[in-house]
């Protein structure tokens, strides 16, 4: 019996000395992590005692029972960080020894201060006053191992890699800095504006990098009209700027070779593009395009209609020339129309030469004149040639009112 109580007063005294192990809450590193059961392994500091724990949630809510109309898995709720091994946690025990991840504990606190100062010429660590990171009482800072950062201060500053995103309230701006933004919106629509990437492959997972013609890639604003779905979907308009790539090609696009009707747009790339097609989105129906040298160019094949209606504006056009070709009709209705130029001609296709300046007219007619008038003043011999001179004179304003009227006959 006394062996026995020798016995318990041993054992008494480890499970004292367990009491107060297990009745307090300690430091341990994360050894090992298991990302699918949710559980880290850790070695309680200045121990060899290696634990297997849950990892310690921000929170997480398990789905209620489902119904008949409601998914239960939509209505959880979560926020977890997934520990990594060097991580130190503080563990606390039940009172069946069960351990527990309570949260997570520093090092050092002021070790972070030291790395970014000591990375100074790299721009810090992106911890404190050297990255330019002035947090203050009731702020926030999260930070993902693989560059994505969260910060709540007197702005929210979303960045992932060197993509970010800051709603600044005092100033009152949304800042978006990126080398690409995708705006998706409806069913199918998009707009991109930065760098210029495509699926070139129907098969392809990635987009890929499309270079303009400066070597570089391409940078353009696209928005895309479509209905139906993103990759299947039919598209009804499009407007481009910048270095505009053509969709069957891949490359930047040629007006003259993508559209050779427009064959005085004669840049090597566009600026400007803008399309509507028909509803089977296979028909351009609209096209409008400005090239790198500042041409402009306009296509509309279907159409039987193309009207500005400005009552009262004034138009004033100013350039090295202009041809208007019409088929049927060509109307010009104006209270006072004046037509200046060098060279006026009017009549139709039988006009043989411009009618230059209105004298051109009138001298062949006073030259007609002239002989009319010395056919009766003369002998016969000076009649003769006075008639010579009525005939030429007479060639001479025949073509002369040749080139003054016009051949168009008006129908009643």
Do not use: C
């Amino acid at each position: 019996m006394g062996r026995l109580r020798i016995r318990d007063g041993i054992f008494s005294q480890l499970a004292n000395m367990n009491r107060a192990f297990f009745s307090s809450i300690h430091r341990a590193r994360v050894t090992d992590v298991h990302v699918a059961k949710g559980t880290v392994n850790a070695i309680i500091e200045n121990t060899d005692l290696n634990i297997t724990v849950l990892s310690p949630l921000v929170g997480l809510s398990l789905p209620p029972k489902a119904t008949v109309d409601t998914d239960n898995g939509a209505l959880a709720a979560w926020g977890r960080y997934i520990p990594q091994e060097g991580d130190m946690l503080l563990i606390g025990f039940d009172t069946n020894g069960e351990p527990y991840a309570l949260g997570y504990h520093a090092v050092s606190y002021a070790a972070f201060d030291t790395k970014d100062e000591e990375a100074e010429d790299r721009g810090g660590i992106g911890w404190g006053t050297i990255s330019g990171v002035r947090l203050e009482p009731g702020d926030w800072d999260f930070l993902s191992r693989r560059s994505s950062r969260l910060m709540l201060t007197d702005k929210v500053w979303l960045s992932s890699g060197p993509q970010t995103f800051v709603l600044d309230q005092s100033g009152g701006a949304a800042t978006l800095t990126t080398t690409l933004s995708v705006l998706q919106y409806g069913e199918a629509s998009e707009d991109r504006k930065g760098s210029v990437r495509r699926f070139l492959l129907p098969t392809d997972t990635e987009e890929t990098e499309i270079y303009g013609i400066f070597g570089s890639v391409a940078q353009e604003s696209t928005d895309i009209v479509k209905r139906g779905s993103l990759t299947g979907g039919i598209e009804m308009a499009r407007t481009s700027m910048g270095e505009v790539i053509d969709e069957s090609t891949f490359l930047p696009m040629v007006p003259t070779t993508t559209y050779p009707a427009l064959n005085t747009l004669t840049g090597t790339g566009t600026r400007l593009f803008r399309a509507v097609k028909d509803p089977t989105g296979e028909t351009e129906l609209f096209t409008e395009l400005v090239d790198d040298l500042g041409n402009y160019g306009l296509l509309a094949t279907t159409a039987v209609g193309l009207q500005w209606n400005t009552p009262l504006a004034t138009w004033t056009i100013s350039n090295l020339a202009t041809d208007w070709t019409s088929s049927t009709t060509f109307d010009i209705t104006a209270l006072t129309s004046t037509l200046t130029a060098t060279q006026i001609a009017l009549g139709g296709s039988t006009a043989a030469d411009y009618l230059i300046k209105g004298t051109t007219f009138m001298t062949a007619f006073t030259a007609f004149l002239t002989a009319v008038g010395l056919l009766t003043s003369g002998t016969p011999v000076q009649n003769a040639a006075a008639l010579t001179g009525i005939i030429e004179g007479a060639k001479t304003l025949n073509t002369a009112l040749a080139n003054a009227l016009s051949t168009v006959t008006k129908t009643v």
